[in-house]
């Protein structure tokens, strides 16, 4: 595509709301570049169960950040959203349009809004949080950080895993509450917009059959293989990888603690519950351009795209 102005697209929305479908197809009319911005996607181990673009797809266009850590790794949102600026300017200086998708929205936050200038906080300190809240819940860890930091903790909401984590973790590390690191420095965005944002919120019934229907193809596109192999590397249950949805519930299916039904009907559970928690997010917390109350479709598409080429010409 001739000059856009250096815009970039993002295309957010919970899980399985079609967001890679669009990217896709926007790369291939734009001539664009498909940069992930999937928390689950980064990770090589899970190309099936994260739902990451086919082989094929990513023989159409090129596709960065996908599958490019290993399984033992844990990956920040500093971390990706300084790659992910790399691969913007990479796409700008060879005159292609960036396409960022996913729908981790801290990634994104960090990608458009910056991050504040917080130490990084060591791997065993990330390590020790995760085994805490697996072991005792996310309410033995909200209660250690209302112990320690009560003013941070009041600002949280109990329920906010991610939140409540990020916070203990930061203390745990530097000694210094987060909201006093926050307090000190501005967010500061790694890269210029501007930013054109896409959310697709689909209804609720539609997004979920869609969690639903989607498990059950990547069941048959050898999920349950993935977990195997994942599995028999041993890897510590904390890390990010070992937590991936589907990953939890097809383990004790293989370890022989319930049937292939159970562990599939739990599974769509918690996609579903992860997909409710996304979209309540985005709701709150992220500004978008243009807001789809449907999934997408190649129908939608044909709506869609002659908006976002005005954009990128304007």
């Known amino acids: 595509m001739a000059d856009h102005n250096l815009n970039v697209l993002v ?11 669009l990217a896709l197809r926007l790369a291939e009319e734009l001539g664009g570049v498909v940069i992930n911005a999937d928390s689950m996607q980064v990770y090589s181990d899970l190309r099936v169960l994260t739902a990451r673009p086919s082989i094929e797809d990513e023989a159409r266009v090129p596709h960065k950040l996908y599958g490019y850590l290993d399984g033992a790794e844990v990956c920040t949102a500093a971390a990706w959203a300084a790659r992910a600026a790399e691969e ?13 998708v996913g729908g981790t929205g801290l990634y994104l936050k960090a990608l458009i809004e910056g991050l504040s200038d917080i130490p990084e906080v060591p ?78 919120q689909p209804l609720r019934e539609n997004l979920y059959a869609a969690c639903n229907g989607r498990f059950e ?20 249950l904390t890390l990010p990888v070992m937590k991936a ?8 299916f293989v370890r022989g603690e319930m049937s292939l039904e159970d562990a599939v009907t739990k ?21 978008a351009s243009e807001t789809l109350d449907a999934q997408y479709s190649e129908s939608l598409f044909k709506e869609i795209f002659p908006k976002i080429r005005q954009y990128l010409l304007t």
């Open 267 to 287: 599974a769509q559970q918690h996609t579903r519950n992860y997909a409710k928690r996304q979209t309540t997010w985005f709701k709150g917390q992220f500004s």
């Open 217 to 236: 193809v990547m069941l048959e596109c050898g999920a349950l293989a993935e977990v195997e192999a994942l599995m028999a590397r041993g890897l510590d």
């Open 88 to 100: 913007i300017t990479t796409a700008r200086n060879n005159n292609q349009v960036p396409i960022v």
């Open 123 to 200: 791997l065993e300190v990330r390590q020790t949080a995760r085994r805490l809240r697996l072991e005792q819940g996310n309410d033995a860890l909200y209660q250690s950080l209302l112990d320690k930091d009560p003013e941070g903790a009041a600002r949280l909401k109990p329920k906010d895993r991610q939140r409540v984590l990020r916070a203990w973790e930061v203390l745990e590390a530097t000694g210094t509450p987060l909201h006093v690191w926050q307090a000190k420095s501005q967010p500061k965005p790694l890269i210029d917009g501007p930013f054109h944002t896409v959310l697709f």
């Open 11 to 21: 295309i957010a929305g919970p899980t399985a709301s079609g967001k890679s479908g």
């Open 245 to 252: 949805l589907g990953v939890p519930d097809l383990a004790a």
